[in-house]
């Protein structure tokens, strides 16, 4: 079956730019997470949707982030008035209910000059 | 913080040898998973272990857990350059917001 995609895989914006992320988790998983990398660290989690509830939105570092999902489908993040230090990968994951296994799209590479 | 921390950052080996990395945390977990990275790219899941298990295998992969400690290696065995690869922790906070360690980065040369 189909993995989680996620679109685009590549984004240069300017400074100051607003961007979408897309991402298409596996269809009928209920749980799915956004993370951020910088390159060469770990993982950031920015935030967690149960279905289309965000229970926990602690990683978001500031409020230009934000999410939305809509029902067990596709979630988008944007990022308003971009900054260089947003540069990074981002990636988008999924689990089925109460599993714990998450499988990972590709991830967005973001580039903010 | 629940964060994991593994280590080495860095391990470089021959093929054919064996790889151990470590992986630390600070809080009582539910379940420690460990997940690959290439290229730098998405992960994927190759083991997860519970909090009352000790030791878990899946293949040249073998996973120990030491709660008393709050520390979780892994170890591959007869590694192949395939391996190369970026090698991440990650433990369960409260609900299902995992935490990932920064990673160790092996490189197994031929």
């Known amino acids: 079956g189909a993995g989680v995609s996620q679109s685009p895989s590549n984004k240069v914006t300017e400074k100051g730019k607003d961007v979408e992320l897309r991402c298409d988790p596996i269809?009928?998983?209920?749980?799915l997470y956004w993370y951020r990398q910088r390159l060469g660290q770990g993982l950031e989690f920015l935030i967690y949707f149960q279905g289309n509830s965000a229970p926990d939105k602690s990683g978001l570092p500031s409020d230009r982030f934000s999410a939305e999902r809509t029902g067990e489908s596709v979630s988008t993040l944007t990022i308003q008035r971009t900054q260089q230090e947003d540069s990074a990968v981002y990636l988008c994951?999924?689990?089925?209910?109460?599993?714990?296994?998450?499988?990972f799209g590709p991830g967005t590479r973001l580039t903010v000059t | 913080s629940q964060q994991g921390e593994e280590d080495p950052q860095a391990l470089s080996i021959q093929e054919g040898e064996n790889a151990t990395m470590n992986c630390s945390y600070k809080?009582?977990?539910?379940?420690l998973q460990w997940y690959r990275q290439n290229s730098g790219r998405g992960l994927v899941h190759l083991i997860l272990i519970r909090s009352n298990e000790r030791e878990k295998h899946s293949g040249r992969l073998r996973v120990t857990l030491d709660t008393s400690k709050k520390s979780s290696s892994l170890l591959i065995t007869a590694s192949r350059a395939a391996d190369t690869a970026s090698y991440f922790c990650a433990t369960d906070g409260y609900g299902q917001n995992f935490v990932f360690g920064p990673g160790t980065r092996l490189s197994v040369l031929p």
């Open positions: 809080t009582s977990i539910n379940n």
């Open positions: 994951a999924s689990s089925a209910q109460g599993a714990y296994e998450q499988y």
């Open positions: 269809s009928g998983h209920t749980a």
